[in-house]
């Protein structure tokens, strides 16, 4: 079974940091790209950052440029968002999720992990 | 940046209706265009990719149709599983921006 399991959320203060991890079982990680895409409570879905199966490209939300860094480890299937600078409207469910990618480059993202809560609050 | 647009916010309707939700493409997309559903406190869940493909164990009552900058998600007829937030995403370019949601609740 294709799995992501998200961890890392949590109580921060304006200004501090986390790290969140995404632990993904059931398919050849190496193979695809992943996405993180956050949730603000009662709000919809932001894309927030991407990285391609073997780093090569990264992107980023201007709302998280210069502060999130996004990271995986093909070795232990795992993808990860460092988040530094945090501020309140960054508060939300990150859920990581991987990208399907077809010849003509249509995607979309199938599966998504359950999220992890992220308060940044003082 | 392309921005999404739908149609209705939200929408009430029964079971058994046929509903239709509305997505607009602030550019031409093509057919780079998604379909997610999503139930409070669940992950989105995917039901349409590349505006008209059904993904892999979704019901048919579920069809998506439209390229360039109009796009529908319409669902024959309502069950009760289905009330919940839907979303549309375009995946033509990053950022990789989503429709603002509409929330489909039982009348």
């Known amino acids: 079974e294709v799995q992501l399991v998200e961890s890392g959320g949590g109580l921060v203060k304006p200004g501090g940091s986390l790290r969140l991890s995404c632990a993904a079982s059931?398919?050849?990680?190496?193979?695809?790209?992943m996405n993180w895409v956050r949730q603000a409570p009662g709000k919809g879905l932001e894309w927030v950052s991407s990285i391609s199966s073997s780093s090569s490209y990264i992107y980023y939300a201007d709302s998280v440029k210069g502060r999130f860094t996004i990271s995986r480890d093909n070795a232990k299937n795992s993808l990860y968002l460092q988040m530094n600078s945090l501020r309140a409207e960054d508060t939300a469910v990150y859920y990581c999720?991987?990208?399907?990618?077809?010849?003509?480059?249509?995607?979309?993202?199938?599966?998504w992990g359950q999220g992890t809560l992220v308060t940044v609050s003082s | 940046d392309i921005q999404m647009t739908q149609s209705p916010s939200s929408l009430s309707a029964s079971v058994g209706d046929r509903v239709t939700i509305t997505c607009r493409a602030s550019?031409?997309?093509?057919?780079?265009l998604n379909w997610y559903q999503q139930k409070p406190g669940k992950a989105p869940k995917l039901l349409i990719y590349a505006a008209s493909s059904l993904q892999s164990g979704v019901p048919s009552r579920f069809s998506g149709s439209g390229s360039g900058t109009d796009f529908t998600l319409t669902i024959s007829s309502l069950q009760p599983e289905d009330f919940a937030t839907y979303y549309c995403q375009q995946s033509y370019s990053t950022p990789r921006s989503f429709g603002q949601g509409t929330k489909l609740e039982i009348k």
């Open positions: 999720a991987r990208e399907e990618i077809t010849m003509i480059e249509e995607n979309w993202f199938d599966p």
């Open positions: 550019q031409s997309i093509s057919s780079y």
């Open positions: 059931g398919f050849t990680f190496s193979s695809y790209s």
